[in-house]
């Protein structure tokens, strides 16, 4: 290869039609090479295969035509405005089209020739089409053109597909179509040297990618595409789980293998007042197996709430204590924490372990104390929050460390975690109450091996949901008293205004004032983020004992509270809420013997998609997948910290095939050769260097 007449190496600035003011505009689109150039694909096609006859057109409809220019000019219309327009005539009649605003067009449409059009029809001294699209399919008089070909027995010519490109200020997308167009075939020359070996493509029935990439750029027909686009999806899919699969590998350093009587795991399981659930059972196994390995386990344990995630937690903490090893559960707030304190009272208290508690509130002397409890390893176990990492928190022998509700901490967190922990690597299980689809999650935690409990305890009713409209609000309270009256407790919840935590707290704080004179016989209070800490405390543990009967609150509820006595939520302009986040919040009630519902309040009678997903899907993975239905990957909560953003090609609903595939091949690839030296992953390590060179060396240094 030679790189000075590579013209995929070339800056962008070298290929034809370009220049170096042009180079300017197609590097903010992220365009700075001629192989940038082949991969900016088009992200929608103009369809103008099917091709009407003129007599056929009617006004507001949209339409392709073909036809010879017999009259042009340009006119002006408004001040300013300028029209090209150009009369074409098919074999059954003419009609007239109008270019708003682009007058130069007068210079490269010429009378005679055969142009293809499309547009939408309008009414102006007549029939008048305003043009999407446009191709000189011949000049002046003479047959051919490249749309080629006439169609059988219909008489007129077969139309054509045009792609259509993300564009910027200064370079529209049709400039961008004909510097495509004008290159293409020297790019795709020197494409011709697929990454992939064919043999995967054909199992999978892909186009190689030299013919994947003309497809897109200039598809012959619709039916190519989807094919094409999923060979792009493939390579890219497969390549990010090759490099989620190196990183597993180097992940596994020096670990601990915890092996020792199962004195407390046993004794745990025993003193349960219940039998772990199959799916339990399931996710402890492979923790259990995890930890009894060499390398540090890097596991995500996903759940819907109330699924039973803590247990298992709690098993795999206890696993490290009986082997000699400290443990320590990490919450996102402080109130969870606490919570999980309250658990291991409860739960572990009985089994001699000594446990400690390191949160913000806990201060002076106590805090000193817990940490030379912790330093000294003495203390067992650590309940804490962020604050566990944010200082040097010494342990003395760190072996397992289990992370709740992931989406609150960082990749870069958990890293740091491995700092705080002197010479072998911890084991680490991330807690997510989440559910987000398998295919994102292979894709945002594809270094993190997956444990998924898709089961509830038995005896869990699922939640009865309706959406209501605001003239039903009403009815709603009444109902929300009628539960009060017979004992049970509720919460109504307030949306997370984001621009102002103030006016939150103030419309939750309007609401409370309301509800206090509503409900006159019951004790309700209020919770939400403006308040102390202390205060904040008081209200829930005063709810969580059965003092307050209704709880005005915002999403501070949001993840882990357990109250099995409440069983009613009203969900405050529920539109607000993400479907994950709206599932999080009904997983507050249902937690009991008794029937629980959730009442959303839309905006209008008429309940959006969204809502009506929520209130029909109980189970939070297939929620998560309609989630993935509806809004696309491109806005699934929190994108930038779900991984979708590092897809360009791929599609989590459409490529789910080719994902699992993928990755069953990463792994086998990694696990023979992890450094792809063969002869035959070379090719495969050199296109993920060029993929991935700063990722890989970033991962290096993790
Ligand atoms: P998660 O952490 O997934 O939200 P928890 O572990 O807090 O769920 O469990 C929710 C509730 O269900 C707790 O009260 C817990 O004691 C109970 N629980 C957990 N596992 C079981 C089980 N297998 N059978 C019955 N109840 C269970
Ligand atoms: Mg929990």
Not at 137 to 153: I, P, Q, T, V, W
Not at 499 to 507: D, G, I, P, V
Not at 556 to 563: A, L, T, Y
Request: proline residues 5%; hydrophobic residues 40%; positive net charge.
């Amino acid at each position: 290869m030679t790189p000075a007449r590579s013209l995929l190496q070339a800056p962008i600035q070298f290929l034809k039609g370009v220049g170096p003011r042009r180079a300017e505009r197609f590097a903010q689109l992220g365009v700075r090479t001629g192989r940038d150039l082949l991969f900016h694909l088009p992200y929608r096609y103009e369809d103008a295969t099917t091709v009407n006859a003129i007599a056929d057109i009617a006004v507001g409809s949209d339409v392709t035509v073909i036809g010879r220019v017999m009259a042009k000019g340009v006119l002006p219309v408004r001040s300013g405005l300028r029209v090209f327009r150009a009369v074409i005539r098919d074999e059954t009649g003419r009609i007239e089209c109008a270019w708003f605003g682009r007058p130069w067009l007068d210079r490269s449409i010429h009378s005679g020739d055969l142009l293809l059009v499309n547009g939408t029809v309008s009414f102006f001294h007549g029939l008048q089409l305003r043009p999407r699209e446009y191709t000189v399919l011949a000049r002046g008089g003479k047959g051919g053109g490249h749309a080629g070909g006439e169609r059988a027995g219909s008489g007129f010519p077969a139309g054509t597909i045009f792609p259509v490109y993300h564009a910027t200020q200064g370079l529209a997308h049709r400039e961008v179509r004909v510097v495509v167009q004008r290159n293409l075939k020297r790019l795709l020359d020197e494409a011709g040297n697929d990454p992939l070996p064919s043999s995967w493509l054909e199992s999978l029935t892909l186009p190689p990618l030299p013919e994947a990439l003309g497809t897109l750029h200039q598809p012959r027909s619709l039916a190519d595409i989807a094919p094409a686009q999923r060979r792009l999806a493939y390579e890219e899919l497969f390549f990010l789980q090759l490099l989620h699969a190196r990183a597993r590998l180097r992940a596994r350093s020096a670990g601990i293998s915890f092996r020792a009587a199962p004195r407390l795991t046993n004794g745990f399981l025993e003193s349960l007042p219940f039998r772990l659930t199959g799916a339990q059972r399931r996710a402890w196994e492979e923790i259990e197996a995890d930890m009894g390995r060499r390398t540090p386990m890097n596991r995500l344990l996903q759940g819907d709430v109330g699924c039973g995630k803590t247990v298992v937690a709690l098993l795999a903490l206890l696993k490290a204590v009986e082997a000699g090893y400290q443990a320590a559960i990490m919450a996102p707030t402080e109130l969870l924490a606490d919570q999980h304190l309250r658990t291991f009272e409860k739960l572990i208290g009985p089994l001699g372990v000594d446990f400690v508690l390191l949160a913000g509130a806990v201060t002076g002397k106590a805090r000193q104390r817990a940490m030379e409890s912790i330093a000294s390893g003495s203390a067992k176990l650590a309940v804490g929050t962020h604050a566990l990492i944010q200082e040097s928190v010494d342990f003395a022998s760190l072996g397992c460390v289990v992370i709740d509700e992931q989406h609150r901490f960082g990749v870069e967190q958990r890293l740091r975690l491995r700092e705080n922990t002197g010479a072998s690597t911890p084991d680490v299980l991330v807690m997510s109450a989440t559910p987000i689809p398998r295919s994102l999650a292979l894709v945002a935690y594809g270094d993190l091996d997956l444990s998924v409990i898709d089961e509830l305890p038995p005896g869990r009713r699922r939640v009865t949901t309706a959406v209501r409209g605001p003239i039903s609000r009403d009815a709603a309270f009444d109902f929300l008293g009628e539960k009060l009256a017979e004992g049970q407790q509720a919460y109504v919840v307030y949306p997370l205004i984001e621009e102002s935590e103030a006016l939150e707290a103030r419309a939750a704080t309007a609401m409370f004032e309301d509800l206090e004179a509503r409900y006159k016989d019951f004790s309700v209070r209020l919770l939400h983020g403006r308040m102390s800490s202390a205060e904040k405390d008081d209200a829930m543990r005063s709810f969580q004992a059965g003092d307050t009967q209704l709880l005005v609150c915002t999403t501070v509820i949001e993840v882990g509270i357990d109250v099995p006595n409440a069983t009613v939520m009203l969900i405050e302009d529920a539109e607000r809420f993400g479907l994950a986040q709206l599932h999080q919040l009904r997983g507050r009630v249902g937690r009991g013997a008794e029937r629980s519902y959730c009442i959303a309040f839309g905006a209008s009678a008429k309940p959006s998609e969204r809502l009506r997903a929520f209130a029909e899907i109980s189970n939070g993975f297939e929620l998560a997948e309609a989630d993935l239905r509806i809004r696309g990957q491109g806005d699934l909560f929190g994108k930038e910290q779900h991984g979708a953003a590092l897809l360009r090609f791929a599609d989590l609903c459409r490529d789910r095939d080719l994902l699992e595939d993928g990755r069953k091949r990463a792994r086998a690839i990694v696990a023979a050769d992890p450094e792809l030296s063969r002869p035959e992953h070379r090719k495969l390590r050199g296109e993920l260097e060029l993929r991935y060179a700063r990722r890989e060396a970033l991962s290096k240094i993790g």
